[in-house]
Each structure stands twice: as structure tokens, then as C-alpha cells.
């Protein structure tokens, strides 16, 4: 059954994010520009670009956050991992990232490798670490500043210390698959919240009761950043299966049978659109502060959603169409 959302403006518009990822050839990078370029249309939060196990996308995905930065008013949110980097190489990644002018970011802990490379964290062991480093980072950029004193000519003083805009950190609904339990959970977003992080996301799921429980547990354990809803809108029965390799999610099984037994591109569009819209509609009609959506570096599906949300602008109204 579709749920009813109230009106909205743009004054009061539902914030949203992306995530994209960087392009492996130059077709692709070219494809993306394009997806960033429609994606930008509907004035996100920011956009975040994902960066590879072990820095293995490093130079590419600072290409991408460059971009968005130089080419938008959006603002790009880089991540980091802990995986495959010592603390220097950490800090020393997070200062280009400063002094390209990227001031948020998404510190994980990290997958490992996709070719089998054991996991190997260096010298920071957790989110909450990486999240202090950040920040460390940033006051040893600028210890201090000064700034005039209104009314005293030729007068200063210090002012406080920049920080990065966002650090934003991820959140497990049904629990990362190294978890011991729901507690642990709560208790890692705890510490990563207590670092200084000041935003989560979360995994994606399937049911908005997995993200609903986690918020509420995690407010009674005194988790108080916001906490970002992350949807996928896969329209693919293979594309699933392999998102629930990676990240121990299955989709529900009428999601996959449907879209498996749907013989067109089209009809299996719109279920997922269907589908995922109304995920998304249950968790904001219960308090979502936003939307992050999960892109595969297409911006019509996610578009497909938002329209179905009734959250575009008016300007970014219209056919949606995929850029070959």
C-alpha cells in the first residue's frame, strides 16, 4: 500500500545524498559526468564518492570529488578506510583532501580487497579512530586563526578552530557482519558519535522496520547525530544477489522473484521504483532526517524514486532518461 507523504516545498524539501563510485575507463568517467550533472539538478546535500579497498581507486575517486567541486555547488564528500593505510598514509590522504578543498567526509573501517587480500587495518583499527584523525588533521592545518573585533579598530582575536563540515560515519540496521550482537552496534556508533563524527548512514536495507528499531535502539542508547537511511534502487535479480554477497543483505524474496519473472526492462524498473519509493516513503512518513540513495553511478532510478516521492524541484521535473 503506498504511503501518503505531506506536502512539501522547497524551503522544506527532504534532504538527499548520493553515492557514487569511480569510473574504471574513460566511456564510464564521461557517463558520469553526465550522471552528475542530472544528479545535481535536484540540489543534494552533498554527493559521496567511495574509494576502493586499500586505496585501490585513490587518484580516481579524488578526480570525481574535484569535480564535483569545481563543476557544482554541491558539496562532494570523500571516504576514507582504515583498510590498507597506516596512520601517516591516512593523515596524509586526509590533508590533499583538505587542500583540495574537500571538507567532509565518510570514514569506514573498510572491506577487504577484492582479489582476497587479507584485511589488513594498519595502525587505525576502527571508524572512531579514522573519525579522530580527521579532525586532528584539520587542527594542525589551522591551530588557530584570527578575526577582527567589531568596534575596535585594528583589534583581534582568536576564533575557534575550523572543522570539517561533516564527518560522517556508517550504521549497521542489522549489524555489520563481524557484529556479536544488536548492542555492539549502538556501542561502535557511540564511539564513532564520541570522536567527533556528526552524521551516520546506513547500510542498506529492505524493510523499514530494520531501520526504524536500529534508530530507536540506538536513540535509547544515546546516539544523537542524525542517522541517514541508504536505499539501493536495484532493478536487477543478479544485481541483488551480488549486493547481498557483498554486504550479507538478502533482498526480499517477492523483490527477487518479481523482477526475475518481469520480462522487460521497463516493467522490471518499475517494480523496483515501486518497490523502493515506498520503502523510502515509510521511513520518512516516521522521521527520516533525509535520503541517501545508493546510485551504481545511474542517476534514473534514483530520480525514478524521488519522482515517485514527489521530492524533486519543479526544474528537475520531466522525462528521465538514462544518458547512453
Known amino acids: ?181 544488536p548492542q555492539q552496534e549502538i556501542d561502535a556508533l557511540l564511539a564513532k558519535q564520541a570522536s567527533g563524527a556528526n552524521l551516520a548512514i546506513t547500510q542498506l536495507f529492505y524493510r523499514a522496520d530494520d531501520y526504524l528499531a536500529f534508530v530507536e535502539r540506538a536513540r535509547a542508547g544515546g546516539v544523537s547525530i542524525d542517522i541517514l537511511p541508504g536505499i539501493m534502487p536495484a532493478s536487477s535479480a543478479p544485481r541483488l544477489r551480488r549486493i547481498a554477497q557483498l554486504t550479507e543483505e538478502d533482498a526480499p524474496d517477492e523483490l527477487l522473484i518479481a523482477l526475475e519473472i518481469e520480462p522487460t526492462e521497463e516493467g522490471r524498473s518499475e517494480i523496483a521504483t515501486t518497490f523502493f519509493s515506498e520503502l523510502a516513503a515509510e521511513v520518512i512518513a516516521e522521521g527520516a532526517p533525509g535520503l541517501h540513495l545508493y546510485t551504481h553511478n545511474k542517476h534514473t532510478p534514483v530520480l525514478d524514486v524521488l519522482e515517485r516521492l514527489d521530492r524533486l524541484p519543479r526544474a528537475a521535473h520531466g522525462p528521465i532518461k538514462e544518458n547512453a
Open 1 to 181: 500500500m503506498a504511503i501518503e507523504l505531506p506536502p512539501t516545498d522547497g524551503a522544506t524539501r527532504l534532504p538527499v545524498s548520493f553515492e557514487l563510485y569511480p569510473p574504471r575507463t574513460d566511456a564510464a568517467a564521461i557517463a558520469l559526468g553526465r550522471t552528475i550533472d542530472r544528479l545535481t539538478e535536484v540540489d543534494p546535500a552533498f554527493i559521496s564518492v567511495t574509494f576502493g579497498a586499500g586505496g585501490s581507486t585513490r587518484d580516481r575517486s579524488l578526480t570525481v570529488l574535484s569535480y564535483i567541486l569545481e563543476n557544482t555547488s554541491v558539496q562532494p564528500m570523500a571516504h576514507l578506510t582504515c583498510v590498507g593505510s597506516s596512520a601517516a598514509e591516512a593523515n596524509r590522504l586526509v590533508r590533499q583532501f583538505l587542500d583540495a578543498g574537500i571538507t567532509s567526509f565518510l570514514a569506514l573501517r573498510g572491506d577487504p580487497p577484492l582479489d582476497g587480500t587479507p584485511l589488513s587495518v594498519g595502525d587505525l583499527q576502527s571508524a572512531a579512530e579514522l573519525v579522530q584523525l580527521i579532525h586532528r588533521v584539520q587542527q594542525e592545518r589551522e591551530p588557530f586563526a584570527q578575526e577582527a573585533v567589531r568596534g575596535t579598530p585594528g583589534g583581534t582575536r582568536l576564533r575557534a578552530r575550523p572543522r570539517p563540515e561533516r564527518v560522517a560515519v556508517a550504521a549497521f540496521p542489522n549489524g555489520h557482519a563481524t557484529s556479536r550482537g
